[in-house]
């Protein structure tokens, strides 16, 4: 049992590394925590349901359909009301409450749009055979999921690596002022980031039905903890810390549905307090940083 809740959580870890991914580079580029973010995955998961049950659209291409729609709405999102948050006296605590108040739009224009029954998507998409490792047996629609998410962690750390808009990004990530005054596009590039937050969190969304079950509109409330959970054990502004951070949730996560399944729901809360009080900076952190 240890070795299939071991695999199994490395599988679901990827894939909520990659969730919590856009939340992660948002903070980090833009120093704001988007309150909404559990909400765009719950859309992205509303967009794959729609495109299948009427078009018969596999959810591979409604990844695609997902980046490119998510992605504009985040530009919409971004040039009203992101700009004017930055010039403001506080603008932490105020995004908290505009991502709050966005939060609960997105939920009740999700109730009015699909109604408060679950959607989901069959599991029989991908096959039904099961993938066979170390001597247990995974659902292969587990496999297909961390697949999809390793690579899209993977083509995320290339874009911030080795482009040039990357690598805008990593400066101002390492310090907003300085790359201000170094004459980098600071602007241009938190809407670049926060679009792509979005657009990932969608696409995580997608995909999220073959790993959580179904999903319904106050969905998004307990996802977002999970994902900031996930982003403050790894390292709050790290995107390498959303993958730690994923896999030590994912993990303990199936440790504690196989030997302790009643207590599986606190597991993002009580890393969130060990983290903070053991390593506040979270496991990639070099220092606290205040949001």
Same mark, same amino acid.
């Given at each position: *049992?240890?070795?299939?809740? $071991?695999?199994?959580?490395?599988?679901?870890?990827?894939?909520? !590394?990659?969730?919590?991914?856009?939340?992660?580079?948002?903070?980090?580029?833009?120093?704001?925590?988007?309150?909404?973010? !559990?909400?765009?995955?719950? @859309? =992205?998961?509303?967009?794959?349901?729609?495109?299948?049950?009427?078009?018969?659209?596999?959810?591979?291409?409604?990844?695609?359909?997902? +980046?490119?729609?998510?992605?504009?709405?985040?530009? @919409?999102?971004?040039?009203?009301?992101?700009? /004017?948050?930055?010039?403001?006296?506080?603008?932490?605590?105020?995004?908290?409450?505009?991502?709050? =108040?966005?939060?609960?739009?997105?939920?009740? $224009?999700?109730?009015?749009?699909?109604?408060?029954?679950?959607?989901? @998507?069959?599991?029989?998409?991908?096959?039904?055979?099961?993938?066979?490792?170390? !001597?247990?047996? #995974?659902?292969?629609?587990?496999?297909?999921?961390?697949?999809?998410?390793?690579?899209?962690?993977?083509?995320? #750390?290339?874009?911030?690596?080795? %482009?040039? %808009?990357?690598?805008?990004?990593?400066?101002? *990530?390492?310090?907003?002022?300085?790359?201000?005054?170094?004459?980098?596009?600071?602007?241009?590039?938190?809407?670049?980031?926060?679009?792509?937050?979005?657009?990932?969190?969608?696409?995580?969304?997608?995909?999220?039905?073959?790993?959580?079950?179904?999903?319904?509109?106050?969905?998004?409330?307990?996802?977002? %903890?999970?994902?900031?959970?996930?982003?403050?054990?790894?390292?709050?502004?790290?995107?390498?810390?959303?993958?730690?951070?994923?896999?030590?949730?994912?993990?303990?996560?199936?440790?504690?549905?196989? #030997? +302790?399944?009643?207590?599986?729901?606190?597991?993002?809360? +009580?890393?969130?307090?060990?983290?903070?009080?053991?390593?506040?900076? !979270?496991?990639?952190?070099?220092?606290? /940083?205040?949001?």
């Amino acid at each position: *049992m240890f070795t299939y809740s $071991l695999i199994s959580g490395i599988l679901f870890g990827l894939f909520f !590394g990659f969730m919590a991914l856009g939340l992660n580079l948002i903070f980090g580029v833009m120093q704001m925590v988007n309150l909404a973010h !559990g909400d765009f995955v719950v @859309l =992205g998961g509303y967009l794959a349901v729609v495109l299948y049950s009427s078009l018969h659209l596999n959810p591979v291409v409604s990844l695609v359909v997902a +980046l490119l729609l998510f992605f504009v709405v985040g530009l @919409l999102l971004f040039f009203p009301l992101i700009p /004017r948050l930055s010039n403001s006296r506080d603008p932490e605590m105020l995004s908290l409450i505009l991502f709050f =108040g966005l939060s609960q739009v997105l939920e009740a $224009l999700m109730v009015i749009g699909f109604g408060d029954n679950p959607r989901s @998507l069959p599991l029989s998409i991908f096959g039904n055979a099961p993938w066979h490792f170390l !001597g247990q047996s #995974y659902q292969i629609v587990w496999v297909i999921t961390a697949g999809v998410s390793l690579l899209m962690i993977a083509l995320t #750390y290339l874009f911030l690596y080795y %482009t040039r %808009t990357g690598q805008a990004v990593r400066a101002v *990530m390492g310090n907003r002022d300085e790359a201000m005054a170094s004459g980098l596009p600071v602007k241009r590039t938190s809407a670049i980031i926060f679009s792509l937050g979005l657009a990932l969190a969608a696409m995580s969304g997608v995909l999220s039905p073959f790993m959580i079950g179904s999903l319904d509109p106050t969905s998004g409330l307990g996802l977002t %903890t999970i994902a900031f959970a996930i982003v403050v054990i790894g390292s709050l502004g790290n995107p390498l810390g959303s993958v730690l951070g994923g896999l030590v949730y994912g993990i303990s996560l199936m440790l504690m549905q196989t #030997y +302790l399944s009643s207590w599986s729901v606190l597991v993002p809360y +009580l890393l969130l307090l060990i983290i903070v009080l053991v390593k506040p900076s !979270g496991l990639l952190g070099k220092g606290v /940083r205040h949001a």
